[in-house]
């Protein structure tokens, strides 16, 4: 038994027998792996959303200390202190994402194998509990809203023009719009509404402004691509993974989106 794989083909089995369909069991294992991560992400949220605040105050010691590198990365340093926010913060649950991906992407083409015949009963029962294991009369259906979950999106549009393109087509563009929105909403804007509006703002401390500054100008550029490139290399790398894979990344793209709102909500109030 797989330690890493077996959580997550026992999962895919359990919901499975609740639902009757894999798409489903697909979507709620998606949502329990999310869970489960909120502790961790959490933290990262506020984080991405404090120093997204702090961005005036970073100008202001970007203009004090000027080419000083070395300088500004001590004061930068000690600010972040003061402030009590780890710019790092983010990259352990990014890691942890990644990885979770990957061991779901193990343990789905295990699960998906044995539905198309590919794995056999005996390595699929290997990782199962006792009460998960499939018996010799038992048949597993991998298709979900009229498309094949074992099939990639590249192969579905070589079989021609059909309503088995609609939900490869919807997961693609769904979860590259929710990663463009994921990170529009991450990014410092350059001005309040009321500015942009010529009233004065209240508080100069919730955007940052425009600097002249070459650097600057590289940097909001490098957050501009960031921004659209992701999401179109999400699109372009997800049409040749399994339909199964998009699903996950779709739920996962969307119930982060959700965390993002929550975690906004409770700014407001």
Do not use: H
Not at 76 to 87: A, I, S
Not at 149 to 157: E, G, R, V
Not at 171 to 196: D, V
Not at 213 to 224: H, L, P
Request: charged share 15%; with cysteine.
């Amino acid at each position: 038994m797989n330690v890493f794989t077996a959580p997550f083909v026992n999962a895919l089995f359990g919901f499975y027998y609740l639902f009757g369909n894999l798409g489903w069991s697909i979507i709620a294992v998606t949502i329990i792996i999310r869970l489960v991560l909120m502790p961790l992400v959490w933290p990262s949220l506020k984080s991405a959303k404090k120093m997204q605040a702090l961005q005036p105050k970073l100008k202001k010691l970007q203009e004090k200390y000027g080419k000083d590198k070395e300088g500004l990365a001590k004061a930068q340093m000690e600010f972040y202190k003061q402030e009590g926010v780890n710019p790092l913060s983010g990259c352990l649950p990014n890691i942890l994402q990644i990885a979770v991906l990957m061991i779901f992407f193990s343990a789905f083409n295990m699960v998906s194998g044995f539905a198309e015949g590919k794995i056999t009963r005996e390595a699929v029962n290997e990782q199962l509990i006792q009460s998960f294991k499939a018996n010799e009369d038992f048949k597993f259906k991998d298709t979900f809203l009229g498309s094949n979950l074992s099939m990639t999106p590249a192969k579905a549009f070589g079989s021609g023009i059909n309503l088995s393109l609609v939900l490869p087509l919807f997961l693609l563009l769904g979860s590259g719009l929710l990663q463009y929105w994921s990170a529009k909403k991450m990014m410092p804007s350059s001005a309040p509404k009321e500015l942009r509006k010529g009233v004065p703002a209240i508080d100069d401390t919730a955007y940052t402004k425009a600097t002249p500054g070459k650097e600057d100008d590289m940097m909001a550029s490098m957050r501009t691509q960031s921004t659209y490139m992701m999401p179109l290399m999400t699109i372009f790398i997800g049409f040749n993974f399994s339909i199964g894979i998009l699903l996950y990344w779709f739920v996962n793209s969307a119930v982060m989106a959700g965390q993002q709102m929550l975690m906004a909500k409770i700014d407001r109030k």
